[in-house]
């Protein structure tokens, strides 16, 4: 018996894409994003230097690539707590493989083939038991914490002026990591927005039942969605391992992770699944990091910024559950 697929209502696809006839698509969040820019504005003028926003665009640029993965897994109902703990073990496993004289692109490589193998080792057991994926990556991500102490020996591994490029320089006044983390982001949103893959993702997300009632191979999807998130967090080990030219021990990958689910959540991705955009992905990422920014030109403790980040989040989950309630009522 097959079942075929009715065409989405215009209702339906409002929620899908993000878009409501109300309004311009995460006004709120821009909203939000522009009074924090003009209150720190206000309290310093090194925020608005040229130098301090490419600063900003700089250092978001990891969180951007973590977080474009996170939000097609999301959209698919699905969730990997161990992409910051991938992004520290690959780091630490491209810095011994530099230091002792592999080649840059092998390593690169190595790195990326590695995040890949082990969001699909993820992927395998999420799909293929019955433990939660929240459970399955938070184990990974504290597996891979322990592998991160034990391939650095407790040491500090630097790379010297290997991957300098990458991680400091710019092309026309924009810095590379910006270049890869905007790429992979319209990448993924093409995905997402004109692809069958992409559609697929969020009909597993909606009703994972009815996806493959509908003739979708969801446990292919499933472990590809894994793979991908896999690959791009040992980009951004990568990336991180560029932009600071060493790899240390006390790197948590968890503190990471956080960051990431909480400018996906803010950008309005759905914790069920079914709903989700790189726009608003974006936008979450660029308001943590003006945050973040903010809090160290006032001089205020950096001891705040897990707080505010985890504040922020609470917040973003308890709205987004608040308008899938509204959305169930009509």
Not at 47 to 72: H, P
Not at 224 to 230: F, R
Request: proline fraction near 3%.
């Amino acid at each position: 018996m097959s079942v075929k697929t009715l065409p989405d209502a215009p209702e339906a696809q409002r929620a899908r894409t993000g878009f409501s006839p109300r309004g311009i698509p995460h006004s709120g969040l821009m909203a939000v994003l522009v009074i924090v820019v003009v209150a720190t504005a206000l309290q310093t003028d090194s925020f608005t230097t040229d130098t301090n926003i490419i600063n900003i665009l700089r250092q978001v640029s990891i969180n951007a690539v973590i977080a474009a993965g996170l939000t097609l897994l999301m959209t698919a109902g699905g969730m990997d707590f161990s992409m910051g703990s991938i992004v520290v073990v690959t780091a630490a496993v491209a810095a011994q493989m530099l230091a002792h004289g592999w080649s840059t692109w092998l390593t690169v490589v190595a790195a990326i083939v590695l995040g890949t193998l082990i969001g699909l080792v993820n992927g395998v057991v999420a799909t293929f038991t019955t433990v939660a994926p929240f459970v399955v990556t938070l184990a990974t991500a504290t597996l891979l914490d322990g592998v991160c102490l034990l391939v650095l020996d407790g040491q500090t591994v630097s790379i010297g002026t290997r991957m300098f490029a990458l991680g400091n320089e710019k092309v026309a006044g924009v810095p590379y990591l910006l270049i890869v983390a905007v790429l992979v982001m319209v990448a993924t949103a093409l995905v997402m927005r004109f692809t069958v893959f992409g559609r697929d993702a969020f009909a597993i997300g909606g009703n994972e039942h009815v996806a493959r009632l509908s003739g979708i191979n969801v446990p292919a999807r499933k472990l590809t969605l894994y793979a991908t998130t896999g690959a791009l967090a040992g980009l951004a080990g990568l990336m991180t391992l560029s932009r600071l030219g060493s790899s240390s021990p006390g790197a948590g990958g968890l503190a990471i992770q956080l960051t990431a689910v909480a400018a996906v959540v803010i950008g309005g991705t759905s914790l069920a699944g079914g709903h989700g955009t790189i726009i608003g992905t974006a936008l979450g990422v660029i308001l943590l990091g003006v945050v973040a920014n903010a809090l160290n030109l006032v001089q205020i403790s950096a001891n705040w910024q897990p707080v505010s980040v985890g504040a922020v989040l609470l917040i973003a989950a308890v709205a987004n559950e608040m308008q899938k309630a509204r959305s169930a009522r009509h």
